[in-house]
């Protein structure tokens, strides 16, 4: 116990356990609490694998829960799809859309460039009959060549 003298206090020696470690050699154990220690840890040893074996069978069995619900998706989808086939009108659909089927006095028409006209370029509009060009490509390019072969200006740079 601490006693008074005037204004300062002194601290019994049995009370003062200075130094690093002081209070470790304060504590007194029974026999019982050893006993009581030891049941704890060699509980934790024991029940350890146990435990973590429960938690991976846990987290197993969900993982397997989840596969089921999406196989009972996929199941339901394709029960779906199953469904549709047996309609003869929607057999009909598919073999036109995907087989290019078409019924007996129907003509069908399969466009490959279906790609809209550039908005700056004008063509004319396409005639009915056949046109003969007023000019002969022969001499045409007889005469480019003769132009490009026979010219004096130098040709321009980066086009050597």
């Known amino acids: 116990m601490a006693k008074l003298r005037g204004n300062e206090v002194t601290a019994s020696p049995q009370r003062d356990r200075g130094g690093p470690g002081g209070w470790l050699r304060g504590i007194r154990f ?9 049941v704890i840890i060699l509980g934790v040893v024991v029940l350890s694998p146990t435990l973590q074996t429960y938690l991976t069978q846990r987290q197993q069995i969900a993982d397997l829960q989840a596969a089921v619900a999406k196989q009972k998706t996929a199941v339901a989808d394709l ?9 003869p ?9 995907r087989l290019y089927y ?24 396409t005639s009915r009959s056949i ?30």
């Open 30 to 38: 029974s026999g019982f609490s050893l006993t009581m220690m030891g």
């Open 79 to 87: 029960t779906q799809d199953r469904a549709r086939w047996d309609d």
């Open 89 to 97: 009108s929607y057999i009909r659909a598919q073999a036109r859309e």
């Open 102 to 125: 078409v019924m007996p006095g129907e003509v069908s028409y399969l466009i490959i460039d279906d790609r809209a006209e550039p908005a700056g370029k004008q063509t004319e509009p």
């Open 131 to 160: 046109q003969k060009t007023q000019t002969d490509w022969v001499s045409s390019l007889f005469a480019s060549a003769m132009t490009a072969g026979l010219s004096t200006s130098p040709a321009p740079e980066g086009k050597q």
